[in-house]
């Protein structure tokens, strides 16, 4: 099988090919396909895959290329972490909105936002080019902002595009934990959208072992959401949620944080992966090792200003272990060439799954995978305050499609103005004057 990475100049491809280092079975992939734009940074992920395959005689093939209809020829599956504007790009979100006193992450709030904007259109191209010229492949989607990347992928690829996140299968992983449960012998009941969803029960031996955590002060504030929300509100809500659900629940505390810290995440990792491509310019430069003390100050400081509002210290060693994404990929990889059912928290089209939500809706939920693809499990319905956020943040979302699809300027400042963590439009008008400003690639919002 052919597997092709866009956005293969990457710094996080070789988690993935690690992945596929793993894997010795009948009908894996055996030719992986780099695409990027970068041809530095492209030679660079391929000295460390190289690096990676020493040893494994069975390794799969690699070859990188910049042209992209050449990437897609033949693909079995379509891997997609492109990072349309680069870290450059996520620098200048996060500023603009901190600027104006509104959250500028990555995937929530105005950054996510305008991260959407820069990247909706590219993605629309990219699915248009699969449908074309690799009709049969499925497309793993990990481009954020991820929920909304996939659907406006899915509008062209129907069920054929599928994103996937770290962060809930990394929730998921921690309770069992502490529970003293097998993370791989738990089924977690978990909904809502990508980046913000709660993890409401979670199934051990049949048994929803969730209200004991719940109950457990001490236990529950042992992991890295514990400390973040705080054993008290949890409770109040029943439920565990993402992560990133601080920058809704604690959304002032953590403005101020990221206000006051020295650089934002963007910039940090900008600056980080800067050095790490400067590095791999020497061709004596050990590729690996590099690459992997990199990746571990990347993991150690990841959320740091949420740290700091909450009043919590450096992340604990069970913390720094992620959801592992890339072998989300390769288990659904596995699952739809093999027909190897399983059972993975996805980000797909909603069907009947969520009643608040109409069928073409992408939400991340628990599916059943197969080789026709992965499949939404029934959910119970979402409590008032979780159905409100949801909607309201899914109404976004579709704004932001629309204003892609369109270039209407007035649509993309109701899509800022409409976000819980913006709420004002006056600072919606504001965002947009500063993201076109920034940012070259929205000069298409030029229409009335």
Not at 61 to 90: C, P, Q, Y
Not at 274 to 279: K, L, P, S
Not at 333 to 353: K, Q, S
Not at 395 to 423: C, I, M, N, W, Y
Request: negative net charge; proline residues 5%; contains cysteine.
């Amino acid at each position: 099988m052919k597997l092709t990475i866009l956005g293969g100049g990457g710094f996080r491809v070789p988690l993935v090919y690690g992945a596929l280092l793993t894997d010795h079975a009948e009908g894996r992939v055996t030719r992986v396909t780099l695409h990027d734009l970068d041809p530095a940074r492209l030679t660079a992920v391929a000295r460390v895959l190289a690096e990676q395959a020493e040893g494994v005689p069975d390794a799969p093939a690699v070859t990188a290329t910049t042209d992209l209809d050449e990437a897609l020829h033949g693909a079995d599956f379509v891997f997609s972490a492109i990072r349309v504007g680069g870290l450059e790009g996520r620098a200048a979100d996060e500023r603009v909105a901190l600027d104006l006193g509104v959250l500028g992450q990555e995937t929530v709030g105005a950054g996510g936002i305008a991260y959407g904007l820069r990247t909706v259109p590219v993605a629309v191209d990219i699915a248009r080019r699969v449908a074309r010229l690799a009709p049969d492949a499925w497309v793993i989607n990990f481009t954020n902002p991820a929920g909304l990347v996939t659907e406006a992928m899915s509008r062209h690829l129907g069920d054929r595009v599928i994103g996937i996140c770290d962060s809930p299968v990394g929730l998921a992983r921690r309770v069992a934990r502490v529970l003293g449960a097998d993370p791989d012998e738990a089924s977690p009941d978990y909904v809502g959208l990508n980046h913000l969803g709660w993890l409401r029960g979670l199934l051990v031996a049949g048994r929803d072992e969730l209200p004991r955590l719940l109950a457990d002060t001490e236990a529950l504030g042992s992991f890295e959401e514990g400390r973040l929300f705080g054993p008290e509100w949890l409770r109040s809500l029943g439920a565990i949620p993402n992560e990133y659900l601080h920058y809704y629940y604690f959304n002032r505390e953590t403005v101020r944080a990221y206000q006051e810290a020295e650089q934002t995440r963007g910039a940090f990792l900008r600056d980080q992966q800067a050095r790490f491509y400067d590095e791999m310019a020497h061709p004596d430069a050990p590729a690996l090792a590099t690459w992997d003390r990199t990746r571990a100050e990347r993991e150690a400081t990841y959320m740091t200003e949420n740290r700091e509002a909450a009043g919590v210290g450096e992340r604990d060693a069970d913390d720094l272990e992620s959801g592992g994404y890339e072998k989300v990929a390769l288990a659904l990889m596995r699952a739809i060439a093999r027909d190897e059912r399983t059972t993975l928290i996805l980000n797909v089209r909603n069907r009947t799954t969520l009643r608040v939500l109409d069928e073409d809706a992408v939400i991340e939920v628990p599916c059943l995978v197969d080789a026709n693809g992965a499949h939404p499990l029934s959910v119970a319905p979402l409590p008032d305050h979780a159905a409100g956020l949801v909607c309201a943040v899914k109404a976004v979302e579709r704004e932001v499609l629309a204003a892609a699809a369109s270039g209407s300027r007035a649509t993309a400042v109701k899509a800022f103005a409409l976000h819980p963590l913006v709420d004002s439009v006056t600072v919606a008008h504001h965002l947009v004057d500063g993201y076109t400003k920034a940012h070259p690639g929205l000069a298409y919002l030029n229409r009335p």
